[in-house]
């Protein structure tokens, strides 16, 4: 799978995941203010974890 896939498929399940956390909270009456940082950081990392190379060369791992 290429980068760009997985950036994009990584974005709609951010935009649905907000779209869904958001409802919910919204529904019991928390604001976005008290969850909106997690849910912020939780999206950021799921893009940089798409953004990442699989393989990473190191010192001591053996060239292939």
Same mark, same amino acid.
């Given at each position: 799978m290429s980068v760009l896939t997985k950036i994009i *498929? #990584?974005?709609a399940a951010s935009a649905t995941i907000v779209y869904?956390? #958001?409802t919910l909270f919204s529904f019991f009456g928390i604001g976005f203010e008290? *969850?909106?940082? *997690? !849910? /912020?950081? !939780?999206v950021g990392m799921s893009i940089l974890y798409a953004m /990442?190379?699989?393989?990473?060369e190191g010192i001591f791992t053996p060239k292939s």
């Amino acid at each position: 799978m290429s980068v760009l896939t997985k950036i994009i *498929y #990584t974005i709609a399940a951010s935009a649905t995941i907000v779209y869904v956390m #958001t409802t919910l909270f919204s529904f019991f009456g928390i604001g976005f203010e008290t *969850y909106g940082i *997690y !849910i /912020l950081f !939780i999206v950021g990392m799921s893009i940089l974890y798409a953004m /990442l190379p699989e393989r990473k060369e190191g010192i001591f791992t053996p060239k292939s």
